[in-house]
């Protein structure tokens, strides 16, 4: 059974699911799992009969606390700030810092499918007083928390130090302060130079009332709050801190101990890596997840977080050499696996549903989906570089008939995922140009046993001309390995560029092959053999 199926069977009553984020700079797309999974178990839940609501909030009153996306001028002036009240860097009519980055990440969810019943920004919540009651609590019971902290997490707190940072009256900063005492309505607090090594305080001291937005809860209370006034009963979260004592940890302490309310279920699920490396909004480390998005289809992007179960890491940088046309692959193998057709290589226990999964309309019908014509992304992408081609008559004619609407819109939404790889993270070799003229200088580099091949290679392609790009890879390592002698794939893949790119590399010869017209095909490949130019 699908996990999110499980899950869903598992539970009774109205769930209330919650997930959040802290736009501390370009949101990397690895941040994209968690509001995709929450997606999924809504769906489940709701196909179940069961009342789901789905929020997401933006932690915007965090303080700014890396300098990846700031510059140096800007450093001193924002570091330690909340940032709801750091300026727009792009000054692009956003309202701050927060609004502008949290903006492009949430404007990927509608096309995902994911579409939060609420999304909330904290710096309003704060405002607006629906945290007054819970910053009460937490301070009439400071000697709780501290308990919490060192017995759950080893963190030592001194027995002045209360759980909130009040945003510095006379600098503006939130991570620099630190509150010492509380009479029940207002507090002492201190704006301290040396309190954190990424941020100065300016050393001001004085006494407010912490109430309205002007301070706010450290991460693990203010998290074990939220659930309170939201009624969370689900939130899901990335394993970093779900790990022994961690954040998860102390703020399930916290919400028992202290907001006296059970914890709401974790599902924790893995990161989405880049060269094996975690993404980092705060160090600027990852794919943009608005960029990836403009590349992969939402289709293909939910696909990329579902195919592994959500406990299982993801490797994946855009800009390998075939990261992105292989998520399309797998999504084709899907939907050959669902109408039935036989498919290599291994698949999910629960095909179907993850295929149903990746839809971005919860309301569609897979089958349906599955059974529209598909041309493979990476002749798509060779098909857009060659001049002269009608791409949709072409796909057409290898499909073997005419498309209907709905493969006209794939076919459509893949030629621009394919032009927009092209232009941002495809590498230099399935970028292409294929010469109107044979590439003598190419063309001398080929010894007399390419030469053979590309002659062979003629003939039989005259023989029977293949069909399809895989036609065309099948008969070129049939032709290499008949040859006399036998010549090795690289080498007959380096000849077949020579003679079309005048280079030693370049996209799949088969699909480049399936993209030109086979008439010139067999006469570029009989004049590379009839050359004058011989190699030295």
């Not at 990927?108 to 405002?127: C, I, K, N, Q």
């Not at 794919?287 to 939910?302: D, G, N, S, W």
């Not at 959500?310 to 939907?335: C, H, K, M, W």
Request: hydrophobic share 45%; charged share 25%.
């Amino acid at each position: 059974m699908f996990w999110a199926d499980e899950l869903a069977a598992s539970l009774s009553g109205p769930q209330v699911l919650n997930d959040s984020k802290t736009p501390s700079g370009t949101v990397h797309v690895g941040s994209l799992r968690g509001p995709v999974i929450n997606d999924v178990i809504v769906r489940a839940m709701r196909a179940r009969g069961l009342s789901a609501t789905f929020l997401y909030g933006v932690d915007d009153l965090d303080p700014m606390d890396a300098q990846a996306l700031l510059t140096p001028d800007a450093v001193e002036q924002a570091m330690g700030r909340p940032l709801a009240h750091v300026p727009d860097p792009e000054q692009d009519g956003h309202d701050s810092y927060a609004r502008h980055f949290a903006g492009l990440f949430l404007g990927t969810f509608a096309r995902l499918g994911v579409h939060p019943d609420r999304v909330y920004w904290m710096s309003e919540v704060y405002a607006s007083g629906e945290m007054d009651r819970y910053i009460r609590i937490a301070l009439d019971r400071a000697a709780v928390v501290r308990d919490i902290y060192q017995r759950v997490a080893n963190v030592r707190h001194s027995d002045d130090w209360h759980p909130l940072a009040a945003i510095c009256e006379n600098c503006g900063r939130v991570g620099t302060t630190i509150v010492t005492a509380w009479d029940g309505e207002r507090v002492h607090y201190e704006c301290r130079p040396e309190l954190v090594a990424w941020a100065k305080g300016c050393g001001y001291a004085g006494d407010i009332p912490p109430f309205g937005g002007r301070a706010k809860l450290p991460f693990n209370v203010d998290w074990a709050a939220k659930w309170s006034l939201f009624g969370v009963t689900i939130e899901p979260n990335g394993k970093d801190l779900g790990t022994k004592g961690g954040a998860r940890d102390r703020s399930e302490a916290i919400a028992r101990e202290v907001f006296e309310r059970e914890p709401p279920l974790n599902v924790v699920y893995e990161f989405l890596n880049i060269g094996g490396r975690r993404m980092s909004t705060s160090k600027g480390r990852g794919a943009a997840a608005h960029l990836v998005a403009e590349v992969m289809p939402p289709e293909q992007l939910r696909l990329l977080f579902l195919r592994p179960r959500y406990n299982q890491a993801i490797d994946f940088d855009p800009e390998g050499t075939d990261a992105v046309p292989r998520v399309f692959d797998e999504s084709d193998r899907l939907a050959a696996a669902v109408t039935g057709r036989e498919v290599k290589g291994e698949l999910p226990a629960d095909p179907d549903r993850v295929f149903a999964a990746s839809q971005v309309d919860p309301g569609a019908d897979p089958a349906a989906a599955a059974a529209s014509y598909r041309p493979p992304f990476a002749h798509l992408a060779m098909l857009v570089q060659v001049l002269g081609v009608d791409v949709a008559e072409r796909v057409a004619a290898e499909k073997g008939e005419r498309l209907t609407e709905r493969e006209l819109a794939i076919l459509d939404e893949r030629t621009t995922a394919a032009r927009r790889w092209l232009e941002t993270y495809a590498p230099d070799q399935a970028r292409m140009a294929v010469q109107a003229e044979l590439p003598a200088a190419a063309v001398a580099r080929l010894d007399a046993d390419a030469r053979r091949f590309l002659e062979a290679l003629a003939v039989a392609a005259e023989r029977e001309p293949p069909e399809s790009g895989e036609g065309w890879q099948s008969l070129i390592f049939d032709v290499a390995k008949h040859a006399d002698p036998p010549l090795p794939a690289g080498a007959a893949f380096r000849a077949i560029y020579n003679a079309f790119l005048g280079r030693p590399n370049g996209p799949r010869a088969g699909w480049l092959l399936a993209s030109l017209d086979p008439g010139f095909v067999t006469q570029r490949l009989r004049e590379a053999v009839a050359a004058d130019t011989l190699p030295a």
